[in-house]
């Protein structure tokens, strides 16, 4: 595929649109979350729970099959605007999974360090709210999207260089706080963060 110009603007809805199935699992896991909890109430070695009741299997299960079609929507019937920047690779749903069950294993292990470190379910680590589902997206696609992640967000997209992923430092917070605010005042989040 031949990438032609595209302003910086461009550039960020394009890194946005990239990024939507792991945005956007999140969100579906505290819409369709709940039930038995994915550490099924165990505590670890230091008498506290591994996970805690935040973290569900239907959270993940739903998460994960919510990107999936997240991705699908994209590629059906996605804005055309995108279509001529954006490419999932030869296997987009694969892309998908690994984006969307890669944002839920970063929020997973988010909730571990969490828990490690003595924070109730639903304390607030400003730091590890924020970035977890991206870097746990970004880990496996680089693991196991074959050359994908590293053609979009790591200086193989021609000329635009570290852009993309200084794009989702700025704004993966905004869109993070604006959508949890959203949440909570739908009901569908128990605390605003
Ligand atoms: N959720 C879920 N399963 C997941 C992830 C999220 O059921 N795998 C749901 C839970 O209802 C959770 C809500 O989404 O309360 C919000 O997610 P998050 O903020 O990550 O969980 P917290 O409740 O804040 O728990 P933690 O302190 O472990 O982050
Ligand atoms: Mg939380």
């Known amino acids: 595929m031949t990438v032609v110009a595209i302003t910086p603007l461009g550039i960020v809805l394009v890194t946005v649109w990239h990024m939507l199935p792991a945005y956007l699992a999140n ?3 505290s819409i369709v979350g709940g039930g038995a909890p994915i550490d099924y109430g165990r505590n670890w070695r230091d008498g506290r729970r591994i996970l805690g009741d935040g973290k ?8 994960t099959l919510g990107g999936l079609l997240v991705g699908h929507f994209q590629i059906t019937t996605g804005s055309s605007f995108f279509s001529g920047y954006v490419s999932w690779g030869s ?21 571990f360090i969490k828990r490690r470190q003595g924070q109730e379910r ?15 997206a970004l880990v496996l696609t680089g693991l196991f999207g074959g050359g994908w992640l590293e053609y979009w967000f790591f200086g193989g997209w021609p000329s635009h260089g570290w852009v993309p ?6 704004a993966t917070p905004i869109l993070h706080r604006s959508v949890n605010i959203l949440g909570y005042k739908l009901g569908v989040k128990q605390v605003p963060w």
């Open 91 to 111: 296997s987009p749903y694969l892309i998908f999974f690994l984006l969307a069950f890669g944002a839920l294993v970063g929020d997973m292990a988010a909730s």
């Open 165 to 170: 992923l200084i794009t989702l430092v700025i």
């Open 56 to 63: 569900t299997w239907r959270g993940l299960v739903g998460g």
């Open 27 to 29: 969100t579906i896991a």
């Open 122 to 136: 639903g304390a607030k680590s400003p730091l590890l709210d924020i970035y977890d589902f991206i870097i746990g």
